[in-house]
């Protein structure tokens, strides 16, 4: 008897040798993909290195294609040293300031929502996650306006002074919250602060409850349960968040563009002397900072279990 | 039991953290139908549906809205097939210089993007590639793959290798596992990565100042109002726009996945 076999098709033939040699299908899988980031992205980072070794000529404005360090030792210069400086501080300001608000929001979605208030919570934070960056800083431009709902407020409920007072702090004041840091700190913190409550939310959700019930057995009060048992166990997700909220406000340049008393910050730097100045590789040189200090943060993010946590 | 009940203040809080991450976003609404025109008075003097009649007529809003879309098309679909194409691989198998991919992978969204931008910026001045459509969606692409490959790769651990053993012992081939087994049981999730790279593509701004040239999508369009306003008004209008074309992708990504054990969003 003869067993009448359909011909073999080429899908079949192919299908017979990809279960013979797996590794042939995972390259060809790869492959595309793996091209596109590698010769894209991996590639543009090194052209960006390689153009901050780069230097440029004082007289004729151009880009001199010759290895030197000239470039880097300009980013000490006062001026963008200070840029550099007032960067970090933002930075981690704006870190604390997501810590200390996403907090309550991180802890009740973990521990006390359910249902229909768990959905709501994850809608609450995602939402915001996800929405239109540019709306939602346009949104607070509106907000901290000298004319705008703020003021509005404070002048219906007789808080002006606060308000003014916080204005005339030296440094970090200014004419209008919209001019002043702390507008600037404000909008980051806003703009940031989802990124901050999603893996701290992970964390304290991994968090068990008879750990938290053991320490009130046991005499703790509340905020020895707070201190000595909630905020260790969390704390790979808070370190995961602070990734986030760190190294976005580093980046950015356009939050510091439209609030703020145009003061520099390295974002803008880049964006700046890449264009209007031309000087591309001080731009480049200004671009490493934020690798470096995001690669130091990693290593060290890493070491204490933040991963684990994402 | 008095642990099940949460503190007051603790509710207060959490409920006030909510409201303070929404209620700007419903401020604007309220602006687009302002009869103020020059400033940003609070509360509104009058309301008016003109602002929208404005902007409807304005051919610059249009083109913005069609390169906008146009990009965040194009990028999305690439986006998809690549993300696709690396997420089978990596929920497949082990092999050697894996951990690697993966940091590869997510590095276009784990550094900030004005490091993408300029990155690229100097790759296509290095090489005299001149500023276009192309060189945006290029950029948009690259920090598309990993929300795809995000929820790719989730639905992929979830799904058992049995089901693709027992289509190849029933006789299909490699084609028609795919056509009928797998694309059938990733379809949401990638459907859900689609929309939420749409959303990012669509309101994409510090990268594309860097790649896109003398071109304004809407965010660019946006942007320059901001710095230099001119209407603004019209401006609210705009930003409404682009808060509904991202809420929407990003609500329905929502509705797709959330009976998963992987809700689509929580890995921007």
């Known amino acids: ?310 | 039991m008095r642990s099940d009940q949460a503190p007051l203040s603790l509710k207060i809080a959490a409920i006030g953290g909510l409201l303070f991450l929404h209620l700007p976003i419903l401020l604007i609404f309220l602006y687009a139908f302002t009869t103020e025109e020059r400033t940003y008075a609070f509360p509104p003097p009058g309301l008016t549906l003109h602002w929208f009649s404005v902007a409807w007529n304005r051919p610059d809003i249009w083109e913005a809205l069609a390169l906008s879309v146009k990009v965040a098309t194009a990028a999305t679909a690439l986006a998809m097939v690549l993300g696709t194409l690396i997420s089978a691989a990596m929920a497949q198998a082990r092999f050697f210089g894996r951990e690697q991919i993966s940091l590869l992978i997510i590095l276009p969204i784990a550094l900030p993007g004005v490091i993408t931008g300029m990155s690229l910026r100097s790759a296509f001045g290095l090489m005299d590639i001149p500023f276009s459509t192309l060189t945006i969606i290029l950029g948009h692409a690259t920090f598309c793959i990993v929300i795809v490959y995000n929820n790719a790769v989730a639905r992929f651990r979830r799904l058992s290798g049995g089901v693709l053993e027992a289509s190849a012992d029933l006789g299909a081939n490699a084609f028609q596992t795919f056509r009928y087994i797998l694309l059938p049981n990733l379809g949401t999730a990638l459907l859900a990565g689609g929309m939420l790279a749409f959303a990012l593509s669509f309101d994409e701004v510090i990268v594309t100042t860097f790649t896109a040239g003398q071109q304004s999508t809407l965010p660019i369009w946006m942007l320059e109002e901001l710095i230099r306003p001119r209407q603004r008004p019209v401006t609210n209008v705009v930003a409404m726009v682009v808060f509904a074309a991202t809420f929407f992708p990003i609500l329905l990504a929502y509705y797709l996945t959330r009976n998963g054990s992987e809700t689509a969003g929580s890995g921007k």
Do not use: C
């Open chain 1, 1 to 310: 008897m003869s067993a009448v076999l359909p011909a073999k098709s080429l899908a079949d033939r192919l299908t017979t040798l990809f279960w013979r040699k797996p590794k042939l299908l995972l390259a060809l899988l790869i492959t595309p993909p793996l091209l596109w980031l590698g010769v894209i992205y991996l590639g543009s980072l090194a052209a960006l290195l390689l153009q901050s070794f780069y230097s440029i000529d004082e007289f004729s404005g151009m880009v001199v294609p010759e290895f030197t360090l000239k470039t880097y030792a300009e980013l000490l210069r006062p001026q963008n040293y200070d840029i550099i400086l007032r960067t970090l501080i933002m930075s981690a300001t704006v870190t604390l300031g997501s810590v200390i608000l996403a907090f309550p929001i991180a802890y009740y979605a973990a521990r006390y929502a359910k249902g229909r208030w768990k959905a709501v919570f994850y809608l609450g934070i995602m939402l915001p996650l996800w929405s239109s960056y540019l709306v939602k800083v346009y949104a607070w431009k509106l907000i901290l306006a000298k004319e705008g709902i703020l003021t509005w407020a404070a002048t219906q409920t007789h808080t002006n002074f606060l308000l003014d007072a916080a204005l005339a702090l030296p440094g970090i004041g200014g004419n209008s919250l919209s001019t002043s840091y702390i507008g600037m700190f404000l909008v980051f913190t806003y703009v940031w602060l989802p990124f901050m409550i999603l893996p701290m939310q992970a964390s304290l959700e991994r968090v068990p409850t008879s750990m938290l019930e053991a320490s009130q057995d046991l005499g703790a009060t509340r905020a020895q349960t707070f201190r000595t048992v909630i905020i260790p166990l969390a704390l790979p997700g808070i370190i995961a968040g602070s990734i986030f909220t760190f190294s976005l406000t580093m980046g950015d340049y356009i939050i510091p563009q439209i609030v703020g008393n145009s003061a520099n910050f390295i974002g803008m730097a880049v964006y700046q002397l890449q264009g209007t100045a031309g000087n591309t590789p001080l731009a480049a040189a200004f671009a490493v900072i934020p690798i470096v200090i995001m690669l130091i943060y990693l290593s060290l993010a890493k070491r204490a279990g933040a991963f684990d946590a994402l």
